[in-house]
């Protein structure tokens, strides 16, 4: 089962996990972090932001970890421009690609062969104005669909453009930004998704079942078409 080669060419992985842990999982979860990881944990005041990070990037340790057949603490990585990780090592082990997200307590961890990819999630809070937000941040026609939805689906709705945006943006290694404008479309996908100047692309997007708390969205580098496959994780 170990090995970069478990994951399919034109398939993206998916790895869904919950952040609610107990102090006790949470701590045994903290000796795999590495001393950059250390470092940024304590620059968060919040203890439950702490929480959730720990166990975010402790559980992507041992997912990547379980592929490279490597204890999570060896997992070596770099890191681009803009932080984007990727992993360091043999030509085998640099082609597999993968991406972080998490939001509220719900973590996901994206795995690809050979295409960079991104992955979103954000959780449907519902303090947020998606109408105003939306005008503010992205195009004309995508801001007036959010605005013409029924007000019970206006959050879900800029999420789902927002999410698909922030992973095209994620599996370039872009910073966020850039991809504010970024024309997603407002139809179901999966659908391909140029990129402006500055931001390559094009992307393959496709929106990822996330449960009633959640939307998501997938993005892997370049048109070809792509399945998502969903695996528990721990």
Do not use: I, Y
Not at 149 to 156: E, M, W
Not at 185 to 209: F, N, S
Not at 214 to 230: D, I, N, S, Y
């Amino acid at each position: 089962m170990n090995g970069a080669g478990d994951v399919m060419e034109d398939v993206v992985e998916v790895r869904p996990f919950r952040l609610d842990l107990p102090p006790p999982e949470v701590e045994s979860l903290a000796g795999l972090l590495d001393v950059r990881e250390r470092a940024r944990l304590e620059t968060l005041r919040s203890a439950e932001h702490r929480r959730r990070f720990t166990v975010a990037h402790a559980r992507t340790r041992q997912v990547l970890g379980e592929r490279l057949d490597l204890p999570p603490v060896r997992v070596p990585f770099h890191f681009g421009p803009h932080g984007k990780p990727g992993l360091d090592g043999d030509a085998e082990t640099r082609r597999l690609r993968f991406s972080l997200t998490h939001s509220g307590e719900l973590a996901v961890v994206a795995l690809s062969l050979g295409r960079e990819v991104g992955v979103d999630v954000e959780h449907l809070d519902p303090s947020r104005d998606p109408v105003r937000f939306a005008a503010r941040w992205f195009p004309p026609d995508e801001s007036a669909w959010v605005a013409g939805l029924a007000a019970p689906d206006r959050l879900c709705g800029c999420l789902r453009l927002w999410t698909r945006k922030e992973a095209c943006v994620k599996a370039t290694g872009g910073r966020l930004v850039q991809g504010l404008a970024l024309p997603v479309g407002t139809a179901p996908h999966p659908r391909a998704v140029e990129g402006p100047p500055g931001l390559p692309g094009p992307w393959t997007v496709m929106d990822l079942p996330a449960g009633p708390a959640h939307v998501g969205a997938v993005a892997l580098e370049g048109a070809r078409p792509f399945r998502l496959l969903e695996r528990p994780t721990g």
